[in-house]
């Protein structure tokens, strides 16, 4: 079955960066699109970006666009975002979502990930 | 980008009450890409509804969707205990995804 696994939680400096992966099992890396959603404590989902494997094309909201990056590791199946210049208002849960095309809904999620932005 | 609202905040009902939640858009969204999530305490979001009214793999037959253009709705029609949990609606146009606010769905 289809399996996204995040990385552990991770505590950060304001203005260091921060690194999240999300290995894929049980699919063909290589034929989805993976998004990253992030959700502040008590707030609502937040899109920020996302990739096709395959074309290594991306694609980041608008409000990320200079502070993120998006990767994919086809030899591994897994994806990473990378937030840089932290500030504690970066401090939420990140989640990896699969997407069976651009514009498609996002079917399978990760466990998601607590980064953690504080002094 | 399009901003979607949700309404009600919250919504309190009893088990075996309807509930209809509503998604609104600030400019026309695609029936194709318009989606609603559940979500639970410490869980990731769960995909209910694509493409504005089909249900996704294992969903319950009690979730339906409907609405076009600006206005669209999640209808639970006889809510169950499990049913109690956040909502979200989500599009994607302009090569943007953005999300509804969410409604929180509690018991009475």
């Known amino acids: 079955q289809v399996q996204l696994v995040q990385s552990g939680a991770e505590v950060k400096k304001p203005g260091s960066s921060v690194k999240v992966s999300c290995k894929a099992s049980g699919v063909t890396f290589s034929s989805y699109a993976f998004s990253w959603v992030r959700q502040a404590p008590g707030q609502g989902l937040e899109w920020m970006g996302g990739i096709i494997p395959i074309f290594g094309t991306t694609n980041y909201a608008q409000k990320f666009q200079g502070r993120v990056s998006i990767t994919a590791d086809e030899s591994t199946s897994t994806a990473y975002v990378e937030l840089r210049s932290l500030r504690s208002e970066d401090t939420a849960v990140y989640y990896c979502?699969?997407?069976?095309?651009?514009?498609?809904?996002?079917?399978?999620w990760g466990q998601g990930t607590l980064v953690t932005v504080s002094s | 980008e399009i901003v979607l609202t949700q309404s009600p905040g919250t919504l309190s009902l009893s088990p075996g009450e309807r509930a209809t939640l509503s998604c609104r858009a600030s400019q026309s969204v695609s029936s194709n890409h318009l989606v609603w999530y559940q979500q639970k305490p410490g869980q990731a979001p769960r995909l209910l509804i694509y493409g504005a009214s089909s249900r996704a793999t294992g969903i319950p037959d009690r979730f339906s969707g409907s609405g076009s253009g600006t206005d669209f709705t999640l209808t639970i029609s006889r809510l169950e205990p499990e049913d109690f949990a956040v909502y979200y609606c989500?599009?994607?146009?302009?090569?943007?995804?953005?999300f509804g606010q969410g409604t929180k769905l509690e018991i009475k």
């Open positions: 989500q599009q994607y146009g302009s090569s943007q995804y953005t």
């Open positions: 979502a699969r997407q069976k095309s651009v514009g498609g809904p996002f079917d399978y």
